[in-house]
């Protein structure tokens, strides 16, 4: 079932691409030259997405992931991360 799925997707995307440089375009009210290059707007979102995901992928590791121990550098050496117990608490677990 997935892998009709998968050769229909493609057979699709290789068949919009065919005919994105081959039928002819008619080019009303072309303001701007890329508005006629073929696929330049597929070309542009392709990089605009790539470049979301590699500046987000650096902006992951440079500013928000840290190292294993980041935690225990944070904690003073002379914490052993016990709580301070009462006396009174002391003396029940003791007896």
């Known amino acids: 079932m997935l892998r009709s799925w998968k050769i ?3 057979t699709g995307l ?3 691409v ?3 440089f081959t039928l002819p375009m008619e080019h009303h009210g072309v303001q701007y030259w890329w508005m006629s290059v073929p696929a330049f707007f597929a070309a542009f979102g392709l990089v605009s997405c ?3 995901i590699v500046t987000s992928k650096w902006l992951g590791r440079a500013w928000l992931q840290r190292s294993e121990d980041y935690y225990a550098q944070l904690r003073p050496p002379e914490d052993t991360g016990a709580l301070p117990q009462d006396e009174d608490e002391e003396e029940n677990n003791h007896a």
Do not use: F, G, K, Y
Request: hydrophobic residues 85%; aromatic residues 0%; proline residues 0%.
């Open 8 to 10: 229909a997707l493609i």
């Open 14 to 16: 290789i068949i919009s």
């Open 18 to 20: 065919v005919a994105e």
């Open 50 to 52: 790539l470049l979301i």
